[in-house]
Structures are given as C-alpha cells and as structure tokens.
C-alpha cells in the first residue's frame, strides 16, 4: 500500500521561508515523478511543481517560478518543497503525489489526473 506523508507546513509571515517535506512508502520511490499541489477552500487543486524520476528535471507553475525548488532524496524516499519569499496567496493546504506511470520519460504532468497516490495535506499560511 503507497503511503505519503505531508509534514512542514505551518505559520510564516510574507518573506518567510518553509521547506515541506514527502515521505514516501509501499512503491519503489525512484521509479517516478513526484509532484506538489495546493488547494484553498473553495478553488479546485492546482498544480505547484514537479520532479522527473531521475530528478533532473523539473517544472513549475508561473506563480511560483524563482522562489519554489522541489527536490527528491531517493536514499530517503522523500520529496521536498522549498518555499522562499512567501507570500499570502501561497496559502493553501499542500499535498504531494505519485505520478501513475512508471518512470514518464516525455513530459512532466502537472494536471491532477496524472498522479494516482496523494498526502493528506499540510497546511500552509502566510500572513500579511
């Protein structure tokens, strides 16, 4: 059973720093691209980043270009996001997932329906 577990969210004022962090278990981590997503009460889960297996590439949303990085530690069946220069928009409840192929080669998806494990979510406020 794929688990993913959520954890470093938390309260920051605008500027502020937060690194999330995915732990992962129940499928050989490295074999696929992990993504973030955030959602806000009333607006539908929208794609943040993600890293190809090989972790050597990766791709953002417009929004966050510049102040977000994610990352993968294979060793530690982990994904992270590092999160810079916060701003109150980027509050929002946060998940990481699994993509559902094996080692996608051709593109990074960053639409829901590409993932087929998710987080229960860490939530993250920035305040003004």
């Known amino acids: 059973q794929v688990q993913l577990v959520e954890s470093g969210g938390g309260l920051v004022q605008a500027g502020g720093s937060l690194r999330l962090s995915c732990a992962a278990s129940?499928?050989?981590?490295?074999?696929?691209?992990m993504g973030w997503f955030r959602q806000t009460p009333g607006k539908e889960r929208e794609f943040v980043a993600a890293i190809n297996w090989s972790g050597d590439r990766t791709y953002y949303t417009e929004a966050v270009k510049g102040r977000v990085t994610i990352f993968r530690d294979d060793a530690k069946n982990a994904a992270y996001l590092q999160m810079n220069s916060l701003e109150p928009e980027d509050t929002a409840v946060y998940y990481c997932?699994?993509?559902?192929?094996?080692?996608?080669?051709?593109?990074?998806?960053?639409?829901?329906?590409?993932?087929?494990?998710w987080g229960q979510g860490t939530q993250v406020t920035v305040s003004s």
């Open positions: 997932a699994t993509d559902r192929a094996f080692r996608r080669r051709a593109v990074i998806i960053s639409v829901e329906a590409g993932y087929d494990y």
């Open positions: 129940g499928r050989t981590f490295s074999d696929y691209n």
